[in-house]
């Protein structure tokens, strides 16, 4: 009988754990049992490509498996704190049996991440190198130790300790940190940990060793995440869980506040009942929440996590649940960095030496940004794990090229349409390059800008009359010291103009042409304390029903400012007699409005005389201090007694 490889058998005395496991693997078809015996007539009659079940009696079990199912991927979950469990596991692999182990204590969502790494670990490229050119270095409960290197591949490797060192010290699911493997002194690979899977005595020709098993994470640590955004605006939660659901998001859900079982939902869908919107879904798990009761729901998408607490509206025996739809999401972003798909004519191309063998490699960007960029490789072939260090060429759309160093920040499985039995493995490296010369960030910023609107480009190549032309048009308002009409400051303003945004490291124009040609122009300023002004939106008037000029030139002047590694924050300036940009910029401004996270200001103009010699300070300027509220109060009853009900101080003199 021919069983696919997803099949994945799940032993496990304890129901809720058992469904637990079921629920972290909703692409496998899961089989799940109470005891061993149970499984071993389940596998005599089809044969697992997984088995997962608890450490007692494993070298028993593990002697069943290897005649019913020899090819089969073993796992054992053992918590940390089972003495039994771990001596068991490793009296197991002392007599050679190969397995993985994963920790009691994991999450579901934790839970389904490792063991599809198992599973793309087992069918991924295995490279044996040289023992005496790699060397790794690594700690192990505070204690230090240096090893040679057998085997590397995308999720782990293979290592050879000297024969003095006990295997007692290396337990499986150990947690080896600051991992480094180096070839012949230079730093290869670098990882924050990695999980011991199995440690055994062996001889060779070289002598007796300790052989370890260890893997490592498909992902480096990402940076401590940024305050969160709050999303409270009930049709943009709605649109967003939808857009969650079309682009296939996992979506968790779990009990308030508690973690200690997270089911993935099956089929969800949102629906609107009685103006409400509700999530229905399945679970292979049961949640021990009663109707009413608060859930927390959470996903990711392009680069951000996205959580929420709805409420439980229906909790049934088949596993079906209904959700009220949280209220307001809070957004994170895991990516620094927005990353745009290169259009067909800005193609860039990648090249690198592989780190394990050597081999030359030129791959096109998937996507790619200012400080990073992903590209395909095919795991069953390739050794690109997570961590490596790369030496890479650039190759631009204008035909140049520029030398990087890149560290290689993820690895993912993309979608394969290759054969069942795992002979294609499509995967994405994700990884952040650093020494990245000014004129390829340019190209790349000049490509993000084509693939966001064709018909913006950039404004500081335009000649200067041109764009004031357009400003006049659009009867924008100056300063008071540059009126239309009057072309005695234009030798100036363009002299301006030209170093503020001829080189685009301070400032960017950007000028959005039609077929009538100029329609619109908008300017951003690099100033203090890492801040990107946005400033000059002006469109000549007309009626165009096609085009959103103002949206298109708004969005992508902001997205410019995000994409500058040394920008954190966004600011706003126009003046309110402008009537247009007031409009656009105060409605934007609004909408982005998060208490804590922005404000909204009023400033006035305070005009000094344009003479060479510096003004000297008056003299007996009164005290300035902040308002209190009982200087309000006082204000307040001031202007009740003089009959005026209008008036406002932010500072008391």
């Known amino acids: 009988m021919s069983v696919p490889i997803r099949d994945v058998l799940v032993v496990h005395p304890n129901a809720g754990r058992r469904a637990a496991l079921a629920s972290a693997l909703p692409s496998y078809r899961v089989v799940a049992v109470e005891s061993k015996t149970e499984a071993a007539f389940r596998m005599a009659d089809a044969a697992p490509a997984l088995i997962i079940a608890p450490p007692d009696d494993a070298r028993l079990f593990l002697r069943q498996v290897a005649h019913t199912a020899p090819d089969a991927l073993r796992v054992f979950i053992c918590s940390k704190s089972d003495p039994a469990g771990l001596a068991e596991l490793m009296q197991s692999a002392a007599k050679g049996h190969v397995f993985s182990v994963l920790d009691d204590a994991l999450s579901g969502p934790e839970l389904g991440r490792t063991i599809s790494h198992l599973l793309q670990h087992q069918g991924s490229a295995f490279a044996t190198v040289p023992p005496g050119s790699y060397s790794v270095h690594f700690e192990c409960n505070e204690q230090?130790?240096?090893?040679?290197?057998?085997?590397?591949?995308?999720?782990?490797?293979?290592?050879?300790?000297?024969?003095?060192?006990?295997?007692?010290?290396?337990?499986?699911?150990?947690?080896?940190?600051?991992?480094?493997?180096?070839?012949?002194?230079?730093?290869?690979?670098?990882?924050?940990?990695?999980?011991?899977?199995?440690?055994?005595?062996?001889?060779?020709?070289?002598?007796?060793?300790?052989?370890?098993?260890?893997?490592?994470?498909?992902?480096?640590?990402?940076?401590?995440?940024?305050p969160g955004v709050t999303m409270e605006e009930q049709s943009e939660v709605v649109a967003t869980l939808r857009k969650g659901l079309r682009r296939e998001a996992v979506i968790w859900l779990q009990r308030a506040n508690d973690n200690s079982v997270q089911l993935r939902l099956e089929g969800p869908s949102v629906e609107m009942v009685d103006g409400v919107a509700v999530l229905r879904c399945r679970t292979t798990g049961l949640l021990e929440?009663?109707?009413?009761?608060?859930?927390?729901?959470?996903?990711?998408?392009?680069?951000?996590?996205?959580?929420?607490?709805?409420?439980?509206?229906?909790?049934?025996?088949?596993g079906s649940l209904s959700v009220r739809v949280p209220r307001a999401l809070v957004i994170r972003n895991w990516r620094s960095l927005p990353r745009f798909k290169p259009c067909p004519d800005n193609r860039f191309l990648l090249s690198f030496l592989s780190p394990v063998t050597g081999q030359p490699t030129t791959r096109a960007p998937l996507d790619l940004s200012v400080g990073g960029l992903s590209f395909p490789f095919d795991a069953s072939s390739e050794i690109i794990p997570a961590g490596s260090r790369l030496d890479a060429t650039l190759l631009l759309p204008d035909g140049t090229s520029t030398q990087c160093q890149m560290e290689v920040r993820s690895i993912h499985a993309l979608p394969s349409d290759g054969r069942p039995d795992g002979g294609l493995r499509p995967f994405r490296a994700g990884v952040r390059y650093s020494g990245l010369a000014q004129s390829a960030r340019d190209a790349i910023l000049r490509a993000f800008m084509r693939s966001r609107c064709e018909a913006i480009?950039?404004?500081?190549?335009?000649?200067?009359?041109?764009?004031?032309?357009?400003?006049?048009e659009a009867r924008y308002r100056f300063h008071p010291d540059y009126p239309f009409g009057d072309d005695s400051p234009l030798p100036m303003l363009e002299d301006t103009h030209r170093k503020v945004y001829g080189s685009g490291d301070l400032g960017r124009s950007l000028v959005y042409t039609g077929a009538k040609g100029m329609q619109g122009n908008i300017a951003a300023l690099r100033i203090h304390s890492r801040t990107w002004l946005v400033q000059h939106l002006a469109v000549r008037p007309g009626v165009r029903r096609n085009e959103q000029i103002s949206y298109d030139l708004s969005n992508l002047v902001v997205e410019l400012g995000e994409v500058q590694q040394d920008v954190e924050f966004i600011r706003y300036s126009w003046r309110k007699d402008n009537r247009w940009p007031s409009r656009r910029m105060g409605w934007l401004a609004r909408a982005m409005e998060t208490p804590g996270l922005s404000m909204l200001r009023h400033f006035s103009y305070l005009r000094l005389p344009l003479t060479p010699e510096t003004p000297p300070a008056p003299?007996?300027?009164?005290?300035?201090?902040?308002?209190?509220?009982?200087?309000?109060?006082?204000?307040e009853l001031h202007l009740r007694d003089r009959g005026s009900s209008s008036g406002c101080c932010a500072r008391i003199c």
């Open 289 to 318: 929440c009663a109707v009413g009761d608060q859930v927390d729901l959470f996903f990711e998408m392009g680069g951000q996590s996205y959580s929420g607490v709805g409420q439980l509206l229906a909790n049934g025996m088949d």
């Open 457 to 472: 480009s950039d404004g500081s190549h335009v000649p200067f009359q041109e764009i004031w032309r357009l400003m006049e």
């Open 144 to 226: 230090s130790y240096s090893a040679r290197c057998l085997e590397i591949g995308n999720f782990g490797a293979t290592l050879l300790l000297p024969s003095d060192v006990p295997a007692a010290g290396f337990p499986p699911g150990a947690t080896l940190e600051a991992v480094r493997i180096e070839r012949e002194g230079q730093l290869l690979l670098k990882t924050t940990w990695a999980h011991v899977q199995r440690a055994q005595p062996v001889v060779d020709a070289h002598g007796a060793h300790l052989r370890v098993g260890i893997s490592w994470a498909t992902a480096m640590h990402p940076p401590p995440p940024v």
């Open 619 to 635: 003299q007996g300027l009164p005290r300035v201090r902040d308002g209190v509220r009982t200087d309000y109060v006082w204000i």
